[in-house]
T-cell receptor
Framework: QKEVEQNSGPLSVPEGAIASLNCTYSDRGSQSFFWYRQYSGKSPELIMSIYSNGDKEDGRFTAQLNKASQYVSLLIRDSQPSDSATYLCAVRPPGGSYIPTFGRGTSLIVHP | EAQVTQNPRYLITVTGKKLTVTCSQNMNHEYMSWYRQDPGLGLRQIYYSMNVEVTDKGDVPEGYKVSRKEKRNFPLILESPSPNQTSLYFC???????????FGPGTRLLVL
């Protein structure tokens, strides 16, 4: 059973702080990892994808992957109220299967 | 504009009355998927398609049908809807071998 676990939150951080969102996965052979942002009532939109161990930075966002620990995280620097949303972690298993498994999401609240 | 469209966006129906939710993409994507999203359960895949006439079950296919007669369209059919199919439905598409999924705006379905 493929599982992707996220803390449902809400995670509350003050404006300007670093928000840290975490995700663990059960399928050790997974190769592709994604973070989506979803505003209430809207569709998910991709923020970051990461495939190799280490860090990947894009603007205020940094994705971190540790395959040995089966752990992927998303850091949001200088958090803004507009970052308030649910963040979904998705993991694509190995073997060519197209089916990504989504975590249940972490709700982030950035307060002024 | 590259996009995934879904219709209708909102639908209220009664138990047993067949309905179809349409999904169309204009990006020439090969892969298309249907998800449902329920509070506390996250995104769960219903069906996916890797190309015309090629479809496969996701994690929660019971009570749903799909067809892929054209590359751009991937309708979701509920032949006999039941109240437990009340949910928010998303269609998504991506290039073959590409990782990023583009989501439609969602269809909110209420089955009475």
């Amino acid at each position: 059973q493929k599982e992707v676990e996220q803390n449902s939150g809400p995670l509350s951080v003050p404006e300007g702080a670093i928000a840290s969102l975490n995700c663990t996965y059960s399928d050790r052979g997974s190769q592709s990892f994604f973070w989506y942002r979803q505003y209430s009532g809207k569709s998910p939109e991709l923020i970051m994808s990461i495939y190799s161990n280490g860090d990947k930075e894009d603007g205020r966002f940094t994705a971190q992957l540790n395959k040995a620990s089966q752990y992927v995280s998303l850091l949001i620097r200088d958090s803004q109220p507009s970052d308030s949303a649910t963040y979904l972690c998705a993991v694509r298993p190995p073997g060519g299967s197209y089916i990504p498994t989504f975590g249940r999401g972490t709700s982030l609240i950035v307060h002024p | 504009e590259a996009q995934v469209t879904q219709n209708p966006r909102y639908l209220i129906t009664v138990t047993g009355k067949k309905l179809t939710v349409t999904c169309s993409q204009n990006m020439n994507h090969e892969y298309m998927s249907w998800y449902r999203q329920d509070p506390g359960l996250g995104l769960r895949q219903i069906y996916y398609s890797m190309n015309v006439e090629v479809t496969d079950k996701g994690d929660v296919p019971e009570g749903y049908k799909v067809s892929r007669k054209e590359k751009r369209n991937f309708p979701l059919i509920l032949e006999s809807p039941s109240p437990n199919q009340t949910s928010l439905y998303f269609c998504a598409s991506s290039f073959s071998g590409q990782e990023t999924q583009y989501f439609g705006p969602g269809t909110r379905l209420l089955v009475l």
